[in-house]
């Protein structure tokens, strides 16, 4: 059976439908059909070096890429109007391909949209997979890609199935991890639907530094997920007692460290039309720990090699 992905747009209302090309890209299909386990939706540019095409980037989701690799494999430098290719992210911002730092450990869409594709090439040949065809709506495809390009950039939507409605309401699940406490550092988040629907995830690598300074870090990282996403209710669960207690105003925030963190969450806290906090064990906490514990270990490795 076809696999086919839904891409579409709200400003200008368009929609398409691609197939995933599992024969011949079977690795790079099947890893792209992981990262959309739930929709996604980002922020769409207009490619700089080729195309015409829109760029639309994906951190890490769902386990996936594992290590920020991408399958060689049906690699193009004429890409068709229709392809869709899957690239890596750049390893120095300077050579990314729109001039903006691509997410880390994450990939890169490319859909050519245009009569006919250039070849993409930055500074130098970066690998790309045409891993799908646009079959349906390439129409609509191109009047929303001129728009990116003329206009700016434009939220577009991808995932297994059409974008469902408007979510304004999320369940956060926030954790932070420090190997050492101070050490390598890491801070995961999991936005759900109150019934339990995976909405968004998130793991940070982050400087060494100690857990609670890493719990807080989950929290704002999903706060501001919740907030790209326009939830306008947010139920935050935490198995930070500490940080709990201190949003509810029953501690103080004595620690300096911790002042501007808290003034950041309470920041993004006032933007919600309704945010409540409560204390949960750890074990009810287990993806965004897992997540945490995944950016700690990220965050070890790179401190590693680079000596510190």
């Known amino acids: ?14 929609s398409a439908a691609a197939v995933l090309l599992t024969q011949d890209a079977p690795q790079a299909a099947e890893l792209l059909w992981n990262m959309l386990e739930t929709p996604f939706v980002g922020r769409a540019v207009h490619a700089i070096y080729a195309g015409p095409a829109v760029l ?5 989701r769902h386990g996936e890429p594992r290590g920020g690799q991408i399958p060689v494999e049906n690699e193009t430098e004429r890409p068709e109007p229709g392809d869709i290719m899957l690239l890596p992210a750049a390893e120095d911002s300077a050579e990314d391909i729109w001039g903006e730092p691509g997410p880390d450990g994450g990939v890169t869409l490319a859909i050519f949209y245009g009569e006919q594709g250039r070849p993409f090439t930055p500074s130098g040949w970066q690998p790309g997979v045409v891993v ?15 728009a990116i390009r003329f206009e700016g950039a434009r939220e577009v939507c991808i ?9 304004t309401e999320a369940v956060l699940h926030a954790d932070g991890a420090s190997l050492g406490n101070p050490g390598p550092a890491g801070a995961g988040f ?5 019934d339990g629907r995976l909405i968004s995830e998130g793991s940070v690598p982050l400087e060494p530094t100690t857990v609670n300074v890493a719990e807080y870090r989950a929290l704002i990282a999903g706060l501001s997920e ?58 009810q906490n287990a993806r965004a720990d897992e997540l945490a514990g995944e950016a700690a270990k990220k965050s070890k ?3 590693g090699r680079n000596g510190r």
């Open 1 to 14: 059976m076809n696999q086919r992905i839904q891409i579409s747009t709200s400003e200008p209302a368009a």
């Open 132 to 146: 799908a065809k646009i079959t349906d709506g390439m129409g609509a495809i191109r009047e929303a890609g001129r």
């Open 159 to 167: 995932g297994r199935e059409a974008c469902a409605g408007e979510i």
């Open 226 to 283: 919740a907030q790209r996403l326009k939830i306008r209710t947010v139920h935050a669960l935490l198995d930070s007692q500490l940080i709990v207690r201190q949003l509810s105003g029953e501690y103080r925030v004595k620690a300096a460290i911790l002042r501007p963190l808290y003034q950041w969450a309470s920041k993004l806290i006032s933007k919600f039309e309704h945010f409540d906090c409560r204390h949960v064990p750890r074990e």
């Open 56 to 60: 639309l980037a994906i951190p890490e």
């Open 190 to 194: 999991v936005l759900e639907t109150p």
């Open 301 to 303: 490795e790179r401190h």
